[in-house]
């Protein structure tokens, strides 16, 4: 079977849950015999987000699965809410660099890929350390590049404050030129030369202090549907993390992303897009609707609707009633009662929506909160899911997918052994590794070393 006729191939990528308050929640593991999808609590004990044997296991899993990456979020500051860490939330988060240059002893071919932010760190410092994980992995790094703007989060760092909206992506962009720039002043086989940048947000020289790397340059994620960082994808990243909710949206998104690569002398091929998602199966059709509705409702508790709606309004709703009616106030478009996330763009026009929603439905809060905040999924049996996710490949409305399980850390063992292999039987998906880097598993090109 030559290219031509060889079905279009899906590329897989596992991220560990616990950055929002829909992705974590964890089986007790003093009961080895509860089931998937029953918990004890929605803010699992600190030590299964935290515990080096969580990251291991859900690694080991991709990797038995034969995934492309292993993908690791990252906050630089507990998020608040109305003065209070967002208990919800995941309360204790290592730093991501440091558990994949773990990670790269425990795996042998599975791509590494840190969150790190580009407001608040430096290229050198980050470039050498990017570096320092494609040396120890064999070439198996990948950075996912993120931008911040709020000063809340700034408060952590010496300069504090925060860059305007505008020039979070300048900045970025400028970020990984210059990260670049450093590791290719460093030739395979050579001796390091001198580098010296001259821009807007940086001004360095000296000489790099990392042999250049198996990959050349550790693959770049974006993760972003603005139409800012859809541009920045298309001029810098390798990889694409988004998220789209049917099959028309993704394609409007794919085309539109890949459209702008011309611009850049770079070809369709050159950056992968890759939805975040999430799966439920079940041995029937039925089955996994009725599992997908549990999860949801063990998601979105009471009290976790309330907060949703607040993150919205900004203003104290705790005197509403979950089961009841959304409020009939406004939100306060100002408001500074959640810290550590990003506001809605327009909460009046969006409250706007989710009342016409619950007026139409006729939905309490949490039901409209629950309508309203799932991420796309695939739900249904283990052949279901694994053809609807060669549909979305087949007509260009993903390269792949992203999986985010809602159990920690054995949310991903189902998928490994009941839909892999039916993606391996349709003939899209690998049988096995044919490649030592992320880039071989990507189908990325390495870029050629300097003279």
Known sequence: MNDRQRPRQIH????????????????????????????????????????????DHLAR???????DFFFLAEGLRLREHGGRIHDLDVVGRPESITVLNALAAVTDRLGLAATVNATFNEPYELARRLASLDHLSGGRAAWNVVTSSDAFTGENFRRGGYLDRADRYTRAAEFVATARELWDSWPQGGSPRPFAHRGEHFDIEGRFGVPRSPQGHPVVIQAGDSDEGREFAASAADIVFTRHGTLEAGRAFYADVKRRLAAYGRAPGDLKIMPG????????????????????????????AILALEQVWGV????????????DIDPDPGSQLVQGRVRHA???ALAAKWRALSEEKGLSIRET??????????????????????RFVRNEAADGFILVPHLTPGGLDEFVDRVVPLLQERGVFRTAYTGRT???????????APE
């Open 12 to 55: 897989l990528a596992a991220h560990f849950p616990g950055v929002n308050n829909t992705t974590v929640w964890a089986v007790p593991p003093a009961s080895p015999t509860t089931t998937p999808g029953r918990c004890a609590s929605r803010n699992p004990a600190l030590g299964s987000q935290i515990d080096f044997s969580s990251f």
């Open 61 to 67: 899993t991709a990797e038995r699965g034969l995934f």
């Open 277 to 304: 998602v999430t799966f439920v199966l079940g041995d029937t059709a039925a089955d996994a609707q009725e599992k997908a509705a549990a999860i949801r409702r063990q998601q979105v508790s009471p009290q976790n």
């Open 316 to 327: 104290d709703l705790s005197g509403y009633d979950p089961d009841g009616p959304l409020p």
């Open 346 to 348: 327009d909460p009046l």
């Open 369 to 390: 909160v629950i309508e309203t905040t799932g991420r796309q999924s695939f739900i249904g049996t283990p052949e279901a899911v694994a053809g609807e996710m060669a």
């Open 438 to 448: 992320l880039r071989d598993h990507l189908g990325l090109s390495r870029p050629d």
